[in-house]
């Protein structure tokens, strides 16, 4: 098929017109954006095989493949290895996204080393910092290993050749934003600098064996083209996440051709780079208030890692007008729904208050079943009572004021077992699932009686 036209892209969407303009599906949200010719590339002949010639290796059944040993290597960070799904396979191209600044080359650096002390040579390769920017902080990070290869480079094609000569078992490209192909006529970091060099990195990991991680930019807003348009391509997307002011940082695979995507590693960013978390909940729990009104203990489930948060409330009396609602580390509607059955069904007059909500420590609760725990932390901010320290919650709650039952219940009464709470919350359904668990439970069928029970209204 030959291309001799140029196409309209859109950098945001990666949309593809035969016509310049503005890109008519971001145009529907009221974005007007204007397309960005891109020239066909050049090389393109090279990718394909002539037509009906025969195959290098012949269709066989899948029975008969040998997986070889050694396909998948550990990269001495336990906590990555975990997202991984047991360690970097052989031949994988791994995509790790985030927002600037969130850590990413800090991560990579740090288990390029691990990796080059125990696996042999790790090249890396940075497009945004010099040699001497980045010996800097591997010195800072604790120095570096002799098999660890650094090259300040943008051209992919140079990349390969050093790729040729290092032959390392990993290669860290930082950050895909700043590579680019010069045959491909668009800027490095436009979406068809991006998928190209993607694409050839993703041949270069399958033909050479060598496992690739790239780092990709990506804001909130989505204005860096990137790792969206990479994310079908590669075999592996983990996204480094966290608050930037807090220490606290969460590495998530969405995406896994090699294991399962439930899997979370827990980091805490600190002057020596970032430390692994073992045991997330003591981490959030440290610094937590005893017998305070207003706090509540939540266990929440990343896939199958249960993490215990604290969830605070400040429910304080509305000055004037509309009372505000402000919620951090949650979500906002939620949080807004729990307070109107907080109303409705508990007859708590929340309408005239104010109400802040946030997960302490820069958490995140993104699951209904930590639903009970936040409006029983705004009714204890309320009614100024606090809840016993030793007192976990669990529960999603229904518009009727119901608490419905959770999955993974008895994952999450073992976590808070093992942290010494003696005594747990949970739905009236969930009694026999929770036996055994080592801890004490109560199970309640509205809200209104988790009220009555831990604030002895
Ligand atoms: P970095 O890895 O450069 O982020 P990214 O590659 O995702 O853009 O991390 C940058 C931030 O991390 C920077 O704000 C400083 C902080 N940091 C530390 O707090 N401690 C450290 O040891 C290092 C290396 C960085
Ligand atoms: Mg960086």
Redesign the pocket.
């Known amino acids: 098929m030959a291309r001799d036209r140029s196409t309209y892209r859109c950098q945001e969407c990666g949309y593809a017109g035969a016509k310049p303009g503005t890109c008519p599906d971001c145009a529907r949200t009221g974005h007007y954006l204007a397309l960005v010719e891109e020239r066909p590339v050049a090389v393109r002949g090279e990718r394909g095989r002539p037509r009906g010639a025969p195959p290098a290796e012949r269709a066989r059944p899948l029975g008969d493949v040998v997986i070889e040993d050694g396909e998948r290597f550990t990269t001495g960070m336990r906590e990555l290895d975990r997202v991984l799904g047991g360690g970097v396979v052989r031949g994988s191209l791994v995509l790790i996204g ?10 990579l650096l740090q288990s390029s080393r691990a990796l080059a002390e125990r696996s042999g040579p790790v090249l890396y390769v940075s497009g945004e910092e010099s040699a001497g920017q980045v010996k800097l ?1 591997a010195d ?2 604790g120095g570096t290993a002799p098999e660890l290869f650094f090259a300040a480079e943008n051209d992919l094609g140079v990349i390969e050749a050093h790729l040729a000569e290092v032959a390392p078992r990993v290669l860290v490209v ?1 950050s895909i934003q700043t590579v680019f192909m010069p045959e491909v006529e668009s800027a490095p970091g436009s979406v068809s600098q991006v998928r190209e060099c993607g694409a050839r990195l993703m041949r270069l990991a399958k033909s050479r064996g060598v496992a690739i991680f790239i ?1 990709g ?1 990506v804001t909130k807003e989505g204005t860096i083209a990137g790792p969206r348009v990479l994310e079908h391509l590669v075999d592996t997307v983990l996204y ?1 996440e966290g608050e ?1 002011h807090h220490a606290y940082r969460v590495l998530r695979a969405v995406k896994n051709r090699f294991g399962s995507t439930n899997e979370i590693g827990v980091f805490e ?5 970032l430390v692994e978390v073992r045991n997330p909940s003591s981490f959030f729990l440290a610094e937590r208030p005893r017998g305070a009104p207003g706090s509540a203990i939540v266990a929440t489930l990343e896939g199958t890692r249960p993490m215990l948060l604290e969830v605070q409330a400040l429910v304080a009396p509305a000055s004037f007008g509309t009372p505000r609602r402000t919620v951090l580390g949650a979500d906002y509607n939620r949080v807004c729904l729990l307070l109107a059955v907080l109303e409705k069904r508990v007859g708590l007059p929340l309408q005239s208050q104010d109400a802040f909500v946030n997960v302490a420590g820069g958490g995140r609760i993104a699951e209904p079943a930590a639903d009970l725990g936040a409006a029983l932390a705004a009714a204890s901010s309320y009614l100024d009572r606090p809840i016993a320290p030793d007192v976990i919650v669990i529960g999603e709650v229904g518009l009727t004021g119901e608490v419905r039952g959770v999955t993974g219940l008895a994952q999450r009464l073992r976590e808070a077992a093992a942290l010494g709470f003696a005594t747990a919350v949970i739905p009236q359904s969930g009694l026999a699932a929770a036996a055994g668990c080592g801890i004490e439970v109560h199970g309640v069928a509205t809200v209104e009686d988790a009220v009555k029970l831990l604030l002895g209204t």
Not at 269 to 273: I, L
């Open positions: 985030g927002d600037p600044g969130i850590g990413k080359s800090t991560l902080r800072r990070l930082d780092v930019h480094f930037r960013m600190g002057d020596g780079g």
